[in-house]
Structure formats: C-alpha cells, structure tokens
C-alpha cells in the first residue's frame, strides 16, 4: 500500500472551512484514498474515500488531484467537535490480497478554534 | 445497534498474567480485526478474521491470539502479558474485507506493570 504524507497539525476558525492536504505520489492505479478520524479517546471513524473523483457525503468532501498523487479533504463548515486526528490512507479495495489492513500513519491534528 | 462493543474498557495487568479482549458486533459483518494504539502512533493491525472459522495474522501478532468464536464475536487473548503490550486496543468490523468501512469500537485501555 502506498505510504502517505500529512502535516503534523493544522487550526481552523470555528465555521470556517477546514482544507487538510495529503500526499501520495507512490500511489497505484487501483488504490483508493481513505479517510478517517479519531476524537480523544475514541475509536476511529471513516470519514470518505475516493478513487479519482471527487466526492462529498453529508460529512466531507474529498478532492483528489487529477494524477491523483494528493488529495485534500475538506469539512466545509467546522465546529469545534470537529477536532480530531485526522488519517489519510491509501488501500487496495479490490482484488484477492486485499487483507482489509488499514495503515494509520501519524495523521493531522486539527485543532477547531472558537 | 450498539455497533462494535469492547470488554473490558480498562484492564490493569502484572507482567506474565493472562487476559481475554472481548469484541462483539451487532451488524451481521463477515470481518473483523483487532488494532493497537501506542501514544502518538497511529494504530496497527494485530489479527483479523475475513469471515466466520478464519483468522489471519496482520502487522504485529506477536505475543497474541484469537479467536473467532461466532459471526459476532472474536476475542483476543494475552496468554503471558508484557510491558511492552501497555496500549489502547481497537476492535473494529466490516462487511467484507473490501468493505470501504470498517466501525470501531470504543477501545480497552490495557495497562501491564
């Protein structure tokens, strides 16, 4: 699975939109970018994931370049529950040696600000 | 639903003593896994069970062991417990393995002295 790149840490303004950047520029043609998010103490949520189309659920959306070497996610109205480690993550989603298995790197620590 | 639920939510160990994590999940998924958390490290994947009478090892399955003992539940177990086992274990289900989600539960926070 390609690795990914993300910054340590980022603020945002409460209802300002947060815009968290991720790198993967190793990443294969049949790899999906995942993300997901962990609030202090709790277990990880999914959040969105993309191939090469941008996409948006009541969550996020997710804006994945056009040579899909980095994507953006973006929570356009953020609240201070929105603060959190945030993963971005690259998986193979199909095929048979798919084991499923989640590479969490160190993430970015958004911190929503009042 | 309850979702994905975790036994014991703390667990405090002497070092050599043994311990079972219980996990459960109410939504009828195939798959299931078993992470840990150190501090300030993302999690990584220590067994997982692609379906009901299968386990597999992941990244880091050293020192542990599983069990899947229905379709809801896979338990994992610390048969002689280290220090170096002190951290937060995620229990976490999906459909299927290439499910694009997988819900986690709530954590145990395991402690070996």
């Known amino acids: 699975d390609a690795k990914t790149t993300q910054p340590p840490s980022m603020d945002c303004a409460e209802g300002r939109a947060a815009n968290l950047p991720c790198n993967h520029s190793t990443i294969s043609g049949n790899e999906y970018v995942y993300w997901y998010r962990q609030i202090h103490s709790q277990g990880p949520q999914y959040i969105i994931h993309g191939l090469k189309n941008n996409e948006t659920n009541e969550m996020a959306s997710l804006i994945i370049t056009e040579d899909r070497k980095s994507s953006t996610l973006i929570l356009p109205h953020a609240t201070l529950r929105d603060t959190a480690v945030y993963y971005c993550?690259?998986?193979?989603?199909?095929?048979?040696?798919?084991?499923?298995?989640?590479?969490f790197g160190q993430g970015t620590t958004l911190q929503v600000k009042p | 639903n309850a979702g994905v639920t975790q036994t014991p939510k703390f667990q405090v160990l002497k070092t050599g003593q043994s311990m079972t994590l219980q996990c459960a999940q109410d939504m009828n998924h195939n798959s299931m896994y078993w992470y840990r958390q150190d501090p300030g490290m993302g999690l990584r994947l220590i067994y997982y069970s692609a379906s009901e009478g299968t386990t597999d090892k992941g990244e880091v399955p050293n020192g542990y062991n599983v069990s899947r003992l229905n379709k809801r539940e896979f338990s994992l177990r610390l048969e002689s417990a280290a220090p170096s086992q002190t951290s937060v274990y995620f229990c976490a289900s999906s459909k299927t393995l290439r499910a694009s989600e997988q819900f986690f539960g709530p954590g145990t926070r395991l402690t070996v002295l």
């Open positions: 993550i690259v998986r193979v989603a199909e095929g048979s040696s798919n084991t499923g298995k989640l590479i």
